[in-house]
């Protein structure tokens, strides 16, 4: 077993290989998976030592404290989060060594082709098809809110490959190349006045069968280790006290005296200390990963965050008074990161309203939590057994 | 960083206070006690303190005590909160213990870990720490006044009482007339104590006495209000499953469900809180102050919560006196008050974290 003490003396054999001051930096994020550095818990040659997950940690701090280039896991949060986990599950030994390199590396990027218009929190109702033509499958339908697709090099797919069986059983998921000339990605503008999301219509796509990811009708299950790992991800993040949404509008607070009521003031408070306390359930929940004991907290993480954004940036529009009925620019972007609080706080109170749809809605993450973690009856399921065509839409 | 986990040793623990609990302190138990003359359940406490020694578990074992930390005493309280233990922990075993940890007394503080005597703070409950308290007359070397809203005053031994010279004394309970109050919590009953030319052995300086005790049982409070929260969240989802209306389970129902699980979601929020707090009080964090505002803003509203949602869901059978569920809220409420309201621990962090008044 590779221990800490093994992942520093790599990780410093690196350093002294790759001096951060004089590397490209793809150059050292190549050297860095190649040491097997990039996600210790991966498996040898594919970015990993197989070491315990808990040790990234060690290797991440000894490289920060040198200047070395981070891949920041924002920028390729699907890639990274989603897809290569699912990868490494479900793909083919080619596919890996394909695949996980140039992703880890932000060489190229990926997006996710889940959501349809007429498939969001019911997603297995989706009706993107694909139809076998010998080793290959003709794709055909329309995606939506896909993050990064105007950028993106791949996607996972997940789309309809037998009509004649009830939802769940008939989607199967694949690898599709976004350079494809079937693939039309089209921005699709939001309520912040940006094309974070895309709208990306798929005619006629051509995807080999060996792009395929698991067996075909199982694509359900492949797709329940990309959603389980989104919702993972939350937990490896250690926050500072104040070190989300509650940090500008403090910051406000304390600089700008001449803003300050009573009313606001009692609204602040409550706020604080509910952030602070869904901040140190995530420490307790990192805290207990890093033991190898996930808790059911994850499923809530998400709907504490959510609420606590709009909440809090609804607070600092109006703790700014005029400048509150000012917005910073309604230009069209398309921005390559979501940044949640480095724009004002009109942008921030906009954006906030995604938290509690994107990844799952508040109403059904409950629902969730209501089954999974307290057992109580499942919602009615009136689609169990009806093959997908004869569903109502 | 604080941990936040339970260790082995503290999930040991809790197992054997809950069997202890269980065998020995059964809801419809503690309504025909609180119905009685004597609504402290002065066996169970027997067993608690003198059979796992748990009133000493503050104290260091030179000291006669446990030599545990308020960790271990945070998770005792979470298994009292969950079975309204009517029995004097929070205010002899922390209370009383921290007033007397901060100096002097020695052959006091031996006795309140053993258990042989029940000590308490003569300070109205609903006082957080830091702010004025109520002080008798010191004369001619006795004591006279009058102290109201004592917690578990009915059953001490002991009684640690503030005076207007500025020391804390120890007056023997025989020595004073204390008399039961009508309280809102049936299971922590307050009492008026009447000083009438007292004498009293001095400690030492009260202020810093009174502080470091009110702190403690405000950090410590949150966890009894966790354990408080759990159960009535544990037990209105098995009656939920069982209760059918309309021709099924009550809880199959969304509109239930989603005040369910927002309830689980507040109480994962708290335990996070009050271990916060209780690890920052184990460790004499700098943080400690923060923490405990921390924990006793968010836990009491959460707490409360919790309750009524518990009432409201059982319906009907939540109403009557013969569920415990009233039990539960009339505890929740008055904790909400004891040792701070969260308002008061958040205006304690307006100055602690800069978040400054108008």
């Known amino acids: ?393 | 960083m604080t941990d936040l986990l339970y260790s082995e040793e503290e999930e040991a623990l809790r197992a054997a206070v809950r069997d202890l609990l269980a065998d020995h302190c059964d809801a419809a138990g503690v309504i025909a006690r609180v119905e009685s003359d004597a609504p402290h359940d002065r066996e169970l406490w027997k067993l608690l303190a003198d059979g796992m020694g748990l009133a000493g578990l503050l104290v260091p074992e030179e000291q006669g005590g446990q030599g545990a930390t308020h960790r271990e005493a945070a998770v005792v309280l979470e298994e009292l909160g969950r079975a309204v233990a009517p029995v004097p922990f929070l205010t002899s075993a922390v209370v009383a213990t921290e007033a007397l940890l901060a100096g002097g007394a020695d052959d006091l503080l031996a006795d309140l870990a053993s258990g042989r005597k029940i000590g308490v703070l003569a300070v109205a409950l609903n006082l957080p720490a830091g702010s004025a308290y109520k002080v008798v007359r010191f004369e001619d070397g006795a004591l006279h006044g009058e102290l109201t809203g004592i917690a578990d005053a009915a059953v001490a031994d002991v009684l640690l009482v503030p005076a207007d010279d500025g020391g804390l004394y120890v007056v023997d309970a025989s020595a004073a007339t204390v008399t039961p109050q009508v309280s809102l919590d049936l299971t922590r009953p307050l009492a008026e104590v009447v000083l009438d030319g007292a004498r009293g052995r001095l400690l030492g300086d009260a202020e810093p006495a009174v502080r470091r005790a009110l702190r403690a049982g405000a950090g410590l409070l949150a966890s009894e209000q966790l354990g408080l929260a759990d159960w009535t969240l544990t037990e209105t989802v098995r009656y939920l499953k069982e209760r059918k209306q309309f021709n099924r389970p009550v809880g199959g129902f969304q509109a239930l469900k989603h005040r369910l699980a927002q309830l689980w979601l507040e109480i994962v929020n708290l335990r996070a809180a009050a271990r916060n707090a209780a690890d920052a009080l184990a460790t004499g964090s700098d943080d400690a102050d923060v923490a405990v505002a921390v924990a006793q803003a968010f836990a009491a509203p959460v707490a409360v919560h919790a309750a009524e949602e518990a009432l409201q869901l059982h319906g009907g059978i939540g109403m009557t006196w013969e569920h415990p569920v009233h039990l539960y809220l009339k505890r929740a409420k008055a904790d909400s008050i004891a040792y701070g309201t969260a308002g008061a621990h958040r205006a304690a962090l307006a100055e602690l974290v800069d978040l400054r008044a108008p």
């Open chain 1, 1 to 393: 077993m590779t221990d800490a003490a093994e992942l520093r003396r790599r990780t410093a054999e690196l350093l002294a290989a790759y001096p951060p001051a004089t590397t490209d930096r793809v150059d050292f994020l190549r050297a860095r998976f190649d040491a097997g550095l990039a996600w210790v818990h991966y498996p040898e040659g594919l970015g990993g030592l197989g070491a315990p997950r808990s040790l990234q940690a060690v290797v991440d701090a000894d490289l920060e404290a040198e200047g070395a280039p981070d891949n920041d896991p924002r920028r390729i949060g699907i890639g990274l989060g989603m897809a290569a986990p699912t990868i490494l599950a479900y793909g083919t030994q080619e596919q890996k060594r394909r695949y996980l390199r140039p992703l880890w590396t932000g060489e190229e990027v990926w997006c996710q082709l889940f959501s349809e218009p007429g498939a969001g929190s019911d997603l297995a109702a989706l009706g993107t098809r694909a139809v076998r033509e010998g080793d290959e499958w003709v794709v055909n339908g329309q995606k939506v809110w896909t993050s990064s697709a105007h950028i993106a090099r791949w996607a996972i797919l997940i789309a309809r490959t037998d009509p004649d069986v009830p939802k769940h059983r008939g989607i199967t998921y694949f690898i599709c190349d976004m350079t494809d000339p079937g693939v039309e990605v089209r921005p699709l503008r939001q309520v912040t006045g940006e094309a974070e999301f895309n709208e990306v219509f798929i005619t006629d796509v051509r995807i080999p069968d060996s792009r395929r990811l698991g067996e075909v009708g199982d694509g359900w299950k492949v797709a329940q280790t990309t959603l389980n790992n989104e919702r993972v991800a939350i937990g490896g993040m250690r926050l500072p006290r104040e070190g989300g949404m509650i940090g500008p509008v403090s910051k406000t607070w304390r600089e700008r005296p001449e803003l300050r009521t009573h009313d606001l003031h009692q609204r602040l408070l409550k706020l604080w200390v509910e952030a602070e306390a869904a901040r140190l359930t995530a420490e307790r929940l990192r805290q207990q990963l890093v033991v190898g004991q996930p808790g059911p907290e994850g499923a809530g993480m998400k709907l504490a965050f959510a609420r606590l954004n709009q909440e809090i940036s609804g607070l600092e529009v109006e703790l700014r008074g005029e400048e509150g009925l000012l917005y910073d620019d309604w230009t069209m972007r398309r921005p390559e990161l979501v940044d949640f609080v480095g724009r004002d706080a009109g942008y921030r109170y906009l954006r906030s309203k995604g938290n509690s749809i994107e990844g799952g809605t508040t109403e059904v993450l409950l629902n969730i939590v209501a089954e999974r973690v307290l057992g109580l009856p499942s919602e009615p399921r009136t689609d169990k057994d009806v093959a997908w065509k004869d569903l109502a839409r």
